[in-house]
């Protein structure tokens, strides 16, 4: 459970019985349903990571997007819904190279649009000979991005390194020495689920991504 979530569902639960005693006895009941919901949205399971060569997902959610940025990159997009769990998750183990967050928009999550408008902060995690790059990014509801790491954090794959409240989007952006391997449609656990495989581990030659702001080439979603 995330710590916020239990604070929400207190100050709820209090409203609630306050409501319910200077009211009537069942007014306070929709306050009491929306701290149960809290205490729902902030759960944070524990998930078995897969070992080898492979990059996890970084979100619980559904795939609704794997575009070819250029020859070189390749972009999943997963949309989490209020119903999804929010905790984050790194997609590969190494070093935080990089921590950047950008103002934006709040437009609908999935969206495509929402990859370029929206509010997002943006980590790298370089280790193995390769560097993937992930964003959380802000939605329509979601206003509220967590991040509890920073450059130079050693994280290992799966690991929690923040959440985003209330529906939102997550995208990565691997290079081309990663085989992807889910398609849009698909649901994603953070963690659990294998985004892509190393198709040459030894190799390291041009195996950076990058973050791009500009239309994708392809994509299919």
């Known amino acids: 459970m995330v710590r916020d979530g239990i ?14 005693f200077v009211s009537w006895p069942w007014a306070g009941i929709p306050l009491f349903v929306l701290a149960a919901f809290c ?6 399971p524990e998930r078995v990571i897969p070992s080898g060569p492979v990059a996890v997902s970084p979100a619980d959610g559904k795939v609704v997007g794997v575009c070819q940025e250029d020859w070189a990159k390749t972009r999943i997009s997963i949309f ?23 103002k934006g928009r709040f437009l609908v999550a999935s969206k495509e649009c929402a990859s370029s408008e929206n509010e997002q902060n943006t980590l790298t995690v370089e280790g193995n000979s390769t560097r993937v790059v992930f964003s959380q990014i802000a939605g329509l509801i979601a206003r509220r991005i967590v991040c509890n790491k920073k450059p130079g954090d050693t994280v290992a794959a799966g690991e929690r390194v923040g959440l985003i409240k209330f529906g939102s989007r997550v ?3 691997l290079g081309m020495e990663w085989d992807i391997v889910v398609r849009p449609g698909m649901h994603v656990s953070a963690g659990s689920s294998i985004l892509a495989r190393r198709n040459n581990l030894c190799s390291n030659e041009g195996a950076v991504a990058t973050m791009s702001t500009s239309e994708p080439v392809t994509c299919r979603g």
């Open 80 to 102: 989490l819904n209020i119903f999804d769990v929010h905790v984050n998750r790194a997609p590969i183990g190494g070093v935080i190279s990089d921590v950047r967050y950008r």
């Open 39 to 44: 205490l729902y949205f902030f759960r944070d």
């Open 7 to 20: 604070y929400y569902a207190t100050a709820l639960t209090a409203g609630g019985v306050l409501l319910s």
């Open 171 to 173: 995208d990565v952006v």
